[in-house]
């Protein structure tokens, strides 16, 4: 009970000082926004998709997984302003649960992404995307669990580091290969047998495939359960060490 408590009073304190600048959430939104305006529309010949609905089925779930990759791995850099400004080492001295420090960030992004979704799944249906609820609802799930596991990894590695110069190039480095291996822009349906085997071994790959079924409602195909438990694994391990990060640093 405590520890839901405390993680509460954490989320809240989070989302009200997210709340006070809510730009930051339109900022996370523009390039995914920009990316189904400007670059989806040629995607219907390039993609031999039957109709530009599609297309949009094919590219609008890889976009949304790019959001919460991009959108978790970069949490970090408040964090890090956060043990500048000695917001951290005064927790120290309170009875909070380690744990809840960081859940409570961790659910604040989940909710921050998870508003950054929606307003891109919205825009996408003004260009006929169609996708059932419920399957939407399992899609946004899969999402939800990529931002906790990528946002707790990031603050995780940022009690590391504890600086921006050496967090920007570190989250760059994992993030462009995470991009490229899992076919988030375009399918890797055409690429050279040798680049789909090593993105077999990018979980995020099938992420982008569980979450693509879904919006083709394809409920049961073995690619949605497949994603959905291999992102529920990361995400309990990612948080599992982060909370240790954290236990080790606010002692």
């Known amino acids: 009970m405590k520890f839901a408590r405390d993680t509460w009073l954490i989320f809240q304190r989070q989302t009200q000082l997210l709340l006070r ?5 339109f900022v996370g939104v523009f390039q995914p ?3 189904l305006l400007l670059f989806a529309p040629l995607l219907k010949p390039a993609l031999d998709a039957p109709t530009q609905a599609a297309a949009y089925k094919i590219f609008v779930p890889g976009l949304l997984v790019l959001l919460a990759i991009f959108g978790g791995l970069f949490q970090g850099f408040g964090l890090i302003a956060e043990l500048r400004a000695g917001v951290i080492e005064r ?3 309170t009875p909070i649960s380690r744990l809840a420090l ?7 992004d989940v909710v921050s992404l998870i508003v950054q979704a929606v307003i891109i799944t919205l825009l996408a249906l003004l260009f006929d995307l169609r996708v059932f609820i419920g399957d939407l609802l399992l899609a946004y799930l899969m999402l939800a669990l990529i931002a906790l596991m990528t946002s707790a990894v990031s ?9 921006e110069d050496a967090l920007a190039p570190l989250m760059n480095t994992v993030a462009q290969p995470v991009l490229l291996l899992s076919g988030i822009l375009l399918p890797l ?3 050279p047998g040798w680049l789909q085997g090593i993105a077999d ?3 995020f790959s099938w992420a982008v495939d569980g979450t693509r079924a879904l919006f083709a409602g394809d409920l049961g195909s073995d690619k949605v359960w497949q994603g959905l438990s291999i992102t529920a694994v990361l995400a309990a391990l990612g948080v599992y060490w982060a909370a240790r990060q954290f236990a080790r640093s606010v002692r």
């Open 155 to 163: 603050y995780g590695v940022a009690l590391k580091v504890k600086s």
């Open 33 to 35: 926004v920009m990316y």
């Open 189 to 191: 349906t055409f690429a």
């Open 102 to 108: 960081l859940l409570g960030r961790s659910l604040r």
């Open 201 to 203: 071994w990018n979980p």
């Open 21 to 25: 600048n809510p730009v930051w959430v």
């Open 91 to 93: 927790s120290r001295v």
